[in-house]
């Protein structure tokens, strides 16, 4: 394969995150480098392909479905990945609003910890975004 090629593919796998999330996480970028360094491309191209079809073509829209994903990782207590797929529901076009709601939904189903690991989140997002993003 050519480094073009290969360059091209990487690429692919990196544009499939920017469009569900924005941006392409540091936890994917690390995987992605480990990938190419160790000739393991296809297992970032498989599981980034699943996550498209998940997050793309759910009935449930790219919305709904990261707000989904945030309260999921709530209630597992997965701070970091509630944080990406909190930025990628604002992505998709949710409101802060809907976030707190989420979290308040996690409230009854986890607890306050999943409550307030919600909240906190939300309240990053908001002193890092600028009022009009959000």
């Keep these: ?27 994917v970028r690390q995987r992605l480098r480990l990938a190419q360094d160790f000739d393991r ?52 076009g949710a409101r802060v609003p809907e976030l707190i709601g989420v979290a308040e939904t996690a409230l009854i189903t986890a607890g306050v910890p999943a409550y307030a690991l919600g909240t906190g989140i939300i309240a990053e997002l908001l002193s890092t975004e600028s009022p009009g993003e959000v």
């Design 1 to 27: 394969m050519t480094d073009d090629t290969f360059a091209h593919r990487v690429e692919a796998v990196r544009d499939r995150y920017r469009t569900t999330l924005g941006t392409v996480p540091n936890g």
């Design 41 to 92: 491309l296809p297992t970032e191209e498989a599981i980034a392909a699943l996550r498209h079809i998940v997050l793309t073509d759910s009935p449930l829209g790219a919305r709904v479905q990261q707000l989904v994903h945030f309260g999921q990782l709530l209630a597992l207590g997965h701070a970091h990945p509630a944080r990406i797929h909190a930025q990628g529901a604002l992505h998709a």
